[in-house]
């Protein structure tokens, strides 16, 4: 899960790590209240979205940039209308772009340098990895392509923590001063420790900047969260903001189904995140493209398949749903039947594909053809892949 950066504010605040101060607004009139409220003439308005690169992007109405460094609380208003109920396009938004409902108005800081600061879970070692450069503001991915060395990596002991000669080594590589020294090394252990007590999986500073007056603050924030853990956070779940991920995504987290959207035409559903990719991949090797990856997982009930159909269904790009099950734990007579009363409780607009096999198999296939529902039944993964793809022409 991710948030937005004036709730990354929020929780900066709680772990002291120093941010300018700032708030969010919803209407150009909020904007200027808040700009107002801050009391300076250096003034920031960022669009708020879960994507980055925002300051490089575009709006679709033609306006360049969903980060605008101004003076006056009145171009604050001025920016935040041609802003707010527009679509912003970002290398990391994709083409569609992204509804921009909230803008982040803050205090705009001189800034002398600006640093990468990232600490992810590093999945060679199990264990918590730093990623920090002097190539600040500009995209981590061109900097890694184009200068490696420029990329400092420090590994951190799950155990030990992040340690304070590691937080000075650091600051050094970065070339902080020793005046800078003690600024630098407290926003680091800050982030570590909102890193780990947060359960985070990612959290990423771009940029972390340096003041010339020898203040270190975080400008930007993209924060990941472990969805596993979110249960011993219920302030951060609360952070959720459904409106910037995919609705088909949404509705199937209600009924704990594995579901991932994609942009193909051929939805499956699957038992079993190992045999998913399968199917996804033989779709491919003839010529097919999936919609979704869906694992229903070892033991979902009829109301979860139902859940599951309706949301393949409600996909306007499917053109056919490939069913792929291995009756293991579950019989497959007794998933036949599940998936005849999903079929006969929504209405089934594209052709249905079923492939099963395991226990029971042949009462599993027997009751599908009697149920005189339009359910082609295949015999094994490529000709069932084969008949959902023949499916969709
Ligand atoms: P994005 O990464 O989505 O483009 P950022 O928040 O990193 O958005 O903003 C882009 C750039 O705008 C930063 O690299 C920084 O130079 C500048 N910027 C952002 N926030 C501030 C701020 N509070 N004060 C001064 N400059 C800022
Ligand atoms: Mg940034």
Redesign the pocket.
């Known amino acids: 899960m991710n948030i937005h950066?004036y709730q990354a504010k929020e929780l900066f605040q709680k772990f002291s790590v120093p941010t300018?101060p700032?708030r969010v607004a919803h209407t150009p009139e909020e904007a200027e209240a808040v700009a107002s409220s801050l009391k300076t003439n250096?003034l920031?308005v960022?669009a708020q979205i879960h994507?980055?690169?925002?300051?490089?992007?575009t709006f679709k109405n033609g306006f360049q940039g969903?980060?605008h460094?101004v003076k006056t609380p009145g171009q604050v208003r001025d920016i935040a209308a041609k802003m707010l109920g527009q679509t912003l396009v970002?290398h990391q938004t994709g083409p569609d772009g992204k509804l921009v409902s909230k803008v982040l108005v803050?205090?705009?800081?001189d800034?002398s340098h600006?640093y990468y600061f990232a600490i992810l879970l590093d999945r060679t070692t199990y264990a918590p990895l730093i990623i920090a450069s002097t190539r600040?503001?500009m995209d981590i991915e061109k900097v890694a392509e184009e200068t490696p060395q420029l990329i400092i990596r420090e590994p951190i002991h799950p155990l030990l923590g992040l340690q304070p000669y590691q937080s000075r080594n650091l600051a050094k590589r970065l070339g902080f001063t020793s005046a800078q020294m003690r600024a630098a090394c407290q926003v680091f252990d800050a982030l570590y420790r909102m890193f780990i007590s947060c359960d985070c999986s990612l959290v990423e500073i771009?940029?972390l900047?340096l003041t010339p007056g020898g203040e270190v603050l975080a400008?930007?924030a993209k924060f990941g969260f472990d969805e596993n853990a979110l249960y011993r956070h219920p302030e951060i779940a609360a952070l959720r903001d459904i409106t910037e991920e995919d609705p088909r995504e949404v509705e199937a987290s209600k009924y704990h189904l594995n579901y991932i959207g994609l942009d193909g035409n051929i939805a499956c559903l699957v038992n079993g995140a190992g045999l998913a990719m399968a199917t996804m991949d033989i779709i491919q090797y003839h010529g097919g493209r999936p919609a979704n990856f869906l694992d229903v997982g070892g033991g979902a009930s009829e109301e979860q398949v139902t859940e599951a159909f309706k949301i393949l269904i409600s996909d306007k790009n499917v053109k056919a749903i490939l069913v792929n099950i291995f009756g293991g734990i579950m019989k497959c007579d007794i998933i036949a039947q599940g998936i005849i009363n999903a079929v006969k409780t929504i209405n089934l607009t594209v052709p249905l594909v079923v492939r099963l096999e395991g226990t029971n198999v042949e009462l599993g296939k027997k009751l599908l053809q009697d149920s005189r529902l339009p359910i082609t039944t295949a015999d094994d993964l490529n000709d069932a892949a084969q008949k959902a793809v023949a499916a969709t022409k």
Request: aromatic letters at 0%; hydrophobic letters at 30%; proline letters at 7%.
């Open positions: 950066e300018p700032g250096h920031v960022k994507a980055g690169g925002r300051g490089k992007g969903g980060v460094l970002t803050a205090e705009a800081k800034i600006e600040g503001g771009n940029p900047a400008l930007d």
